[in-house]
Nanobody
Framework: QVQLVESGGGLVQAGGSLRLSCVASARTFSMYAMGWFRQDPGKEREFVATISRSGTRTYYSDSVKGRFTISRDNAKNTVYLQMNSLKPEDTAVYYC????????????????????WGQGTQVTVSS
């Protein structure tokens, strides 16, 4: 069982930045591909970004590409999401997710590929 705890959300003006963090309780964190998803009330949860086990490969949704950066520190069991040039449409609850993956460079992007989820952290971008 893996527990994920997100932090770093908050209220920011459009054009501003936030960095989200997610700490995992996994003993072998480096065996898990990690992802960030987000969900606005009344909408489906959507993919934001994913990073491979080693951190060498990343993949982003078109809506955040060039503005958000996902990274990880396997020594700290932590994955990050640096969000720059934030827009009001980025407002959502952001969720961290983990999946045990035998393929080291895999970057899963579908919700049903992930086994573990955090409780979410609210990001609100004002115009």
């Amino acid at each position: 069982q893996v527990q994920l705890v997100e932090s770093g959300g908050g209220l920011v003006q459009a054009g501003g930045s936030l960095r989200l963090s997610c700490v995992a309780s996994a003993r072998t964190f480096s065996m898990y591909a990690m992802g960030w998803f987000r969900q606005d009330p009344g909408k489906e949860r959507e993919f934001v970004a994913t990073i491979s086990r080693s951190g060498t490969r990343t993949y982003y949704s078109d809506s955040v590409k060039g503005r958000f950066t996902i990274s990880r520190d396997n020594a700290k069991n932590t994955v990050y999401l640096q969000m720059n040039s934030l827009k009001p449409e980025d407002t959502a609850v952001y969720y961290c997710a983990a999946t045990y993956y035998s393929i080291s460079n895999a970057t899963p992007s579908r919700l049903n590929e992930y086994d573990y989820w955090g409780q979410g952290t609210q990001v609100t971008v004002s115009s």
